[in-house]
């Protein structure tokens, strides 16, 4: 399934090629997908494509309406929902305002599948034609079982969402860091194709992370890795909104940029870090300066990032432009300094800003894996 998704359209003698499976056994499979909805045969047309022994090349490609699958992206002000069909083509997508960024689970779960509802029938289709959905969202998650250690989503620790999910939701719900979501984002869709090491740094109300390593999303052990934003910067530093001091978030995250900001004014003026932004540009010496502190901070993470792990590539990924102020080259400029030096260039540091969706598209993507692995044990089971 995985070298036909990644292909597109494949020959069978090619997967054999592509997995070192014998070309029985790749037929043997490839008819139990074919029987099973999942795949659909491509008959050539043209002669051009026949092999020399006249018969024709038949390809195979995933069954794109087989399947509807949800990516969901919980951002701290809006819901954005995207449902792809299972070759990930785009069907349907809706965005929602969210009244209330910190909710109990109860009302999370709710406010979850009623955004997929709607989106599912503004495409003129239910949630119950969904065969699964991916959920991004911040903090420490487990994904493999969907429990949630911590998230600034949720007014409870230890919400074991997966199965409160499960209890509501008609199709299976899969749960990751929206970090670890971007990055698969980013290695099927976007500037990270063809690359199988590499970082994703994402700034919104937090501050996150998603390694690829060998082409795997790298989670650590209890699903707790990757929390730059949580990495220590200062002693006894400012405090965190996960309750410890002198995390990088502290200082980058944007509720910490408007904290500083107020008060060092000494009023709450600036209702967003855009209108500081544009406060600084225009010569205010004070949006200045608490601008410049967090992007101190955020070269001294992004310099210890390269030096712990030396990526082919990172990205700054962010989807507003009211984080502009944190994708500037002096930024980048700065990190450099701080990086070990030897006589090679340091990984290249890019940034992309894209939208919400892009991020629904990664849970999106990893749901399709997901619902995919079921599929394929379901006809394993039945096998048996
Ligand atoms: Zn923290």
């Not at 949630?148 to 919400?159: D, F, G, I, K, P």
């Given at each position: 399934m995985d070298s036909i998704r990644s292909a597109g359209e494949i020959a069978r003698i090619d997967i054999a090629d592509a997995t070192g499976f014998s070309p029985a056994t790749v037929t043997a499979i490839t008819s139990e997908l074919l029987n099973a909805g999942l795949i659909e045969e491509i008959i050539p047309e043209?002669?051009?494509?026949?092999s020399r022994r006249g018969r024709p090349r038949v390809a195979i490609k995933l069954a794109g309406r087989s399947h509807l699958i949800a990516g969901v992206k919980l951002g701290h002000k809006v819901i954005s929902v995207l449902v792809l069909d299972f070759e990930g083509q785009d069907v349907v997508s809706q965005e929602f305002p969210i009244a209330n960024p910190r909710m109990d689970p109860a009302e999370f779960v709710e406010v979850m599948l009623e955004a997929v509802s709607k989106t599912c029938e503004s495409g003129g289709?239910?949630?119950?034609?969904?065969s699964g959905i991916g959920l991004s969202m911040a903090g420490l998650i487990h994904a493999t079982d969907g429990f949630?250690?911590?998230?600034?989503?949720?007014?409870?620790?230890?919400?074991d969402m997966g199965a409160l999910m499960e209890k509501a939701s008609p199709c299976p719900v899969f749960i990751d860091n929206d970090a670890n979501l971007v990055a698969k984002a980013e290695h099927l869709f976007?500037?990270?194709?063809?690359?199988e090491n590499f970082i994703v740094i994402t700034i919104e109300h937090g501050v996150g992370m998603g390694i690829i390593i060998d082409g795997k999303i790298y989670r650590g052990i209890r699903g707790c890795g990757a929390e730059l934003g949580h990495t220590?910067?200062?002693?006894?530093?400012a405090l965190c909104q996960c309750g410890?001091?002198?995390?990088?978030e502290a200082y980058v995250g944007d509720y910490a940029i408007l904290r500083e900001a107020h008060s060092v004014l000494?009023?709450?003026?600036?209702?967003d870090v855009g209108s500081l932004y544009d406060a600084a540009n225009n010569g205010d010496q004070l949006a200045v300066s608490v601008l410049d502190r967090a992007a101190r901070m955020l070269a001294l993470g992004l310099a210890n990032v390269v030096n712990i792990f030396d990526p082919e590539l990172i990205i700054l990924a962010g989807?507003?432009?009211?984080?502009?102020?944190?994708?500037e080259d002096k930024i980048i400029d700065a990190a450099k300094q701080q990086v070990v030096q030897i006589d090679a260039e340091m990984p290249p540091i890019r940034v992309h800003a894209w939208g919400d969706l892009m991020w629904a598209k990664g849970a999106a993507a990893y749901a399709i894996d997901q619902v995919s692995a079921l599929k394929v044990r379901e006809l394993s089971r039945n096998a048996d």
């Open positions: 043209n002669k051009q494509s026949q289709f239910t949630i119950n034609d969904l949630v250690h911590w998230s600034s989503s949720l007014t409870e620790r230890n919400v976007g500037v990270a194709r063809n690359l220590k910067v200062q002693l006894e530093g410890q001091r002198g995390c990088l000494g009023e709450e003026i600036h209702e989807a507003q432009m009211s984080y502009r102020h944190l994708y």
